[in-house]
């Protein structure tokens, strides 16, 4: 099986292309086998563009020279993964629009993923609790907490766009009410909100790497 992801609800474009094997619809799986499974498979191209503001115009040229690199057609192309948001508004609608469009005349697959799902996804951070961040500007953010149980992502503080005065308490709830060593903060929204990380009064760590600017190689797994 063959994903074309892309996302374009961060502020950086993100393409990639990831392959795997089929898995049976009624076969039963463990979620460690699952991501052990998603682990094993390949990350065959990945192209992520900072502060791309022409996304309507480049990423349709991006995805063709990507898959001319690879020597792949779009015809060997199973599903299309690509990221709903939350996020800017006008990058959502460009890449699910480009996605939609691609679908519908190949009769692909798509698969709408979670941006913040996406971004926390994949990070082995079990003694941490999770939480993606978006800048979503005037001192808001989009944001989720998450933690890791059995490889599995549970939700424990839900999406949504927050004053950073509002999470604060959220977060320390959550730490002392899961027991977790601290918060493990990822995505580029983090920077331009200091506040999050200093006046939790909890260990944390940022995340570091393409994955934490554009979640694309996760939005392809989680598909």
Not at 12 to 31: H, M, Q, R, V, W
Not at 40 to 67: F, Q, Y
Not at 174 to 189: M, R
């Amino acid at each position: 099986m063959r994903i074309l992801g892309m996302d374009t609800s961060c502020k950086p474009t993100g393409i990639a292309l990831f392959s795997c094997g089929e898995i049976s619809e009624d076969g039963k799986f463990s979620n460690s086998e699952i991501n052990n499974y998603l682990n094993s498979g390949k990350m065959e191209a990945i192209s992520v563009v900072e502060n791309d503001r022409s996304r309507a115009e480049s990423i349709l040229p991006m995805i063709e020279k990507m898959l001319s690199e690879a020597d792949i057609s779009f015809s060997e192309i199973d599903g299309i993964a690509v990221g709903i948001g939350p996020g800017s508004f006008t990058g959502i609608r460009i890449g699910v629009t480009v996605a939609k469009t691609m679908a519908q005349f190949s009769n692909k697959k798509i698969y709408g993923i979670s941006t913040l799902n996406a971004l926390a996804y994949g990070w082995n951070k079990s003694n941490f609790l999770i939480c993606p961040v978006i800048d979503a500007r005037a001192d808001r953010i989009f944001a989720a907490s998450y933690i890791e149980d059995e490889g599995e992502l549970v939700e424990v503080i839900k999406e949504d766009l927050y004053f950073e005065k509002t999470l604060i308490p959220l977060l320390i709830d959550a730490v002392e009410k899961y027991n977790k060593e601290g918060i493990f903060f990822v995505g580029e929204g983090i920077e331009l909100h200091n506040n999050l990380k200093d006046s939790s009064n909890y260990y944390y760590e940022v995340a570091e790497g393409v994955n934490s600017k554009s979640p694309v190689e996760q939005m392809c797994k989680l598909s």
